[in-house]
């Protein structure tokens, strides 16, 4: 009888636990694949689109082929191509490069007059308790001008990253709302995620994004959240496995 009681329990517990949300973790950083990797070349990782949603609301990246730009906002996930228009992915696309996290602003700034990217990136590094830590920015509003690029699709043999983004694409647009998500990396992480800034936007309306070049802010809001936490996967593919790794250049930096 007792025993019986125990077993019941058991159950109650199991089921309990499976129904209830998991819990997920802050501004812990998970990454996929190292930047030095994609630098390289490595083009073809093994991170589905729905995997990768496990592990963060809120980041960026790229596709297998490095086909666009991937944003990473409130838990929808969206590629980039050489036209501009951002498409929510498919759950089975691949991603050979991403970082996310689960976004939770531990600092708030007003921006309330028209303001340079290279003026925020001074607030926000005024703004952050130290240099020693990684940090997930989110900056809304409008914006005056904005730039941005994506990259073509590529085919083996992949040519390296600096190649590649030779041929970029650019747009702009003018008076347009929306958010760049990105991170802020300590001297450290080099070659392992871009040291400094690196951002994507992506337009309120959906119909605009990619890598950011440039942008002149009229009025909003930048929020920081600190990471003390990340994880490392590693591609468990060929591509990665066999390319030789060069020191990263400094051509993904956006001084
Ligand atoms: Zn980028």
Redesign the pocket.
């Known amino acids: 009888m007792k025993n019986q009681l125990t077993k019941i329990l058991f159950y109650v517990f199991i089921i309990s636990t499976l129904a209830l949300p998991q819990k997920k973790e802050t501004n812990v950083l998970y990454q996929y694949s190292v930047i030095n990797a994609l630098s390289a070349g490595v083009y073809e990782g093994d991170l589905t689109v729905n995997e990768l949603k496990k592990y963060g609301d809120f980041g ?1 990246g790229t596709f297998n082929n490095i086909d666009g ?1 991937m944003v990473v906002l409130d838990g929808k996930i969206y590629q980039i191509k050489t036209d501009g228009i951002p498409v929510e992915a498919a759950k089975n696309l691949i991603s050979p490069f991403a970082a996310v996290t689960f976004f939770k602003s531990d600092t708030n700034i007003e921006i309330n007059h028209p303001q340079t990217l290279q003026q925020i990136k001074e607030k926000i590094d005024a703004a952050v308790p130290s240099e020693n830590y990684l940090y997930a920015v989110k900056i809304s509003g409008e914006f005056k001008k904005i730039k941005t690029r994506s990259v073509p699709k590529q085919q083996k043999p992949f040519p390296d990253l600096a190649s590649v983004i030779k041929n970029q694409i650019t747009f702009e647009k003018e008076r347009v709302s929306g958010t760049v998500m990105g991170f802020k990396m300590p001297e450290f992480i080099d070659g392992v995620n871009v040291k400094n800034f ?1 951002f ?1 936007f992506l337009s309120k309306d959906k119909n605009f994004g990619g ?1 950011l070049l440039d942008f002149v802010i009229e009025k909003g809001k930048i929020e920081i959240g600190i990471i003390k936490e990340f994880r490392c996967q590693l591609p468990s593919t060929e591509n990665y496995a066999k390319t030789k790794f060069v020191k990263e250049e400094s051509y993904l930096q956006n001084k």
Do not use: I
């Open positions: 960026l730009e690196h994507h890598h």
